[in-house]
């Protein structure tokens, strides 16, 4: 597509629901980005995926967050038995592959997350 | 770390004032971006830095770079109302990209 896709755009659930968040990155990009973003906050980053290495996963805040990234394309965000403080914005990014003129992220839209 | 620091936190200024933002850093690095986020949503790539350039200009938008003093700066000159937005740094780490917690700007009419 012509942009970072992410769906569903908002997610309204119960705490201790299991939620599963979708980003659809640039067609070629090779880098993809997840973060959050709570409300009046920066960025929190989560993981990151490059290419066929392993994702650097440093800042996903418990075990309870994981992501994968399905043939080097679209990415799941899975957050297991949510609690209150993971409502968020979650926003995902791409890039280019590795090189001085692919530096910039292009990002989505977000998931605005609530869980009641 | 090596999260950027915005300051200010927020700025209100009058449609035709300069607005300026102010971006710390810890550790090297080789570039320094600025982005934009209208309505908590998703960002915009305002302007890309390398370490070895001092001042960039993009339309309304000029960015400076000190490397010495870890520092940065966005200069929106006869702003906008159009231009009210949050306003971050971003600086490379690692392969990740690590954001502050960014400048809220808001212009008056």
């Known amino acids: 597509g012509a942009g970072v896709s992410q769906s569903p755009s908002n997610k309204v659930t119960e705490k201790g629901k299991d939620v599963e968040l979708r980003c659809d990155p640039i067609?070629?990009?090779?880098?993809l980005y997840w973060y959050r973003q709570s409300l009046g906050q920066g960025l929190e980053f989560l993981i990151y995926?490059?290419?066929?290495?392993?994702?650097?996963k440093s800042g996903l805040p418990s075990d309870r967050f994981s992501a994968e990234r399905t043939g080097g394309s679209v990415s799941t965000l899975t957050i297991q038995r949510t609690q209150q403080e993971d409502s968020a914005v979650y926003l995902c990014a791409s890039r280019g592959p590795e090189g001085a003129t692919n530096e910039k992220l292009f990002f989505g839209s977000g998931t605005q997350l609530s869980v009641l | 770390s090596q999260q950027g620091e915005e300051d200010p936190q927020a700025l209100s200024i009058q449609e035709g004032e300069n607005a300026t933002m102010n971006c710390s850093y810890k550790t090297s690095i080789n570039n320094l971006q600025w982005y934009r986020q209208n309505s908590g949503r998703g960002l915009v790539h305002l302007i890309l830095i390398r370490s070895n350039e001092r001042e960039k200009h993009s339309g309304r938008l000029r960015v400076t770079l000190d490397t010495s003093k870890k520092s940065s700066s966005l200069l929106i000159t006869a702003s906008r109302a159009a231009d009210t937005a949050s306003y971050f740094c971003a600086t490379p780490y690692t392969g990740k990209l690590i954001f502050g917690q960014g400048t809220t700007l808001q212009v008056k009419p």
């Open positions: 995926f490059q290419g066929n290495s392993a994702p650097d």
């Open positions: 067609s070629g990009h090779t880098a």
